[in-house]
């Protein structure tokens, strides 16, 4: 049985690897980046200064709904070349946007931080640095997950039953390391700052018409803000588990793999198309695996339902004080925004959405 379980793991490390997802850090992009060749330079220079030219003015405070030429044409082949729509990704703002201050010490947050910043201060820095964490999170359940697969092919109900054990503790965890998030990010300066730069220009009230590309198109151009659901970690655990989630939500949740970075929206289709992981189940009749399974998907709705208290938190009850303070004539945050997520979508009432779907996706035993 040793040998088996042995070649198991090197099989999916070849695996992983083909959809560059690390076998250490997960999607997290290893060691990014700090410095761009010399050629991008003035990028970068704009780049790391970007809080205090927005803030002093510097940089052009409104845009007119134009994006200059001198950027829109460079972002946009940039963007092409990497296969990622022309706008801030959660692969961006997270997966290629940290890194170690000391590289031989561990992943923890006061050994991590940002490359690039723009306001919001050290509550932007935890956002980023504790969704980083989370991420990290997910890589022993991404490896589960892999397991899982082959031993639905093999098959092996007892390294099935293993993955799926340990695919639940990987999800507790990460609802763990999201409750950190209270600890680093302040929800007033989340609702009046961060979520302004993260939101877009599609199903953006504040900008009905989308932004036009100086020399790439006349018209506007509509696309989604940054958003946890551009993250491909539960795009991964919704595919493995059979999710099946409302069509509002689904064309939701799929337009946001196209804001993915291929390879990684490659693999979450290639764990659509194995053998379903709930048919197996139920035709093997182990119901230690069906128990197992349905462990997850409490472990998963719990994790959908601490997202839900979270951006209760730093959006709903975030909005209710800005209300108040422009009652009171003190400045705030504009008001477009107030019930949406980055995404652009009514975000509680799809968070809940989606979380009792999960729920839904529950199995009984046959007989």
């Not at 092919?153 to 007892?158: A, I, K, M, N």
């Not at 300066?189 to 036009?212: E, H, T």
Request: charged share 20%.
């Amino acid at each position: 049985m040793e040998p088996q379980t042995g070649n198991l793991k090197t099989a999916w490390q070849v695996s992983l690897g083909s959809y560059y997802i690390s076998e250490e850090y997960g999607f997290l992009l290893p060691n990014p980046l700090r410095e761009l060749p010399d050629h991008y330079r003035p990028w970068m220079e704009i780049a790391r200064n970007l809080p205090h030219l927005i803030e002093s003015h510097q940089l052009r405070a409104h845009v007119n709904k134009v994006l200059p030429r001198n950027l829109a044409i460079p972002f946009v082949e940039v963007s092409r070349n990497l296969g990622l729509p022309p706008i801030l990704v959660h692969s961006d703002l997270v997966l290629a946007n940290w890194m170690k201050r000391n590289p031989e010490g561990p992943m923890e947050i006061s050994n991590l931080d940002t490359i690039i910043l723009f306001p919001g201060g050290e509550s932007l820095r935890g956002f980023i640095l504790v969704t980083v964490l989370v991420e990290n999170a997910a890589v022993p359940g991404i490896k589960a997950l892999a397991q899982a697969m082959h031993a639905v092919l093999q098959p092996s109900q007892d390294a099935l039953l293993e993955a799926l054990q340990q695919l639940k503790l990987c999800i507790q965890d990460m609802t763990r390391t999201l409750g950190r998030m209270h600890d680093y990010v302040d929800p007033d300066i989340f609702y009046a700052v961060i979520r302004i730069f993260l939101s877009g220009w599609k199903d953006n009230p504040a900008m009905p018409k989308g932004l036009i590309y100086e020399g790439i198109s006349k018209e506007p151009l509509k696309y989604s803000g940054g958003s946890a659901a551009q993250s491909s970690v539960l795009h991964a655990f919704d595919e493995f588990l059979g999710i099946h989630h409302s069509e509002e939500s689904a064309d939701f949740l799929y337009r946001m793999r196209d804001y993915m970075p291929p390879s990684h929206k490659a693999f979450i289709e290639e764990i659509h198309s194995a053998p379903s992981l709930r048919d197996f189940i139920l035709s093997s009749g182990h119901g230690h695996c069906l128990t197992a399974y349905n462990q997850c998907l409490e472990a998963l709705a719990e994790l959908r339902s601490y997202h839900i208290t979270v951006v209760t938190r730093y959006l709903v009850t975030a909005a209710a004080r800005a209300r108040s303070r422009r009652l009171d004539h003190l400045p705030g945050p504009p008001q477009a925004l107030e019930d949406r997520g980055t995404g652009g979508t009514a975000v509680l009432s799809f968070l809940k959405n989606v979380r009792d779907k999960t729920l839904e996706a529950t199995l009984h035993p046959s007989g």
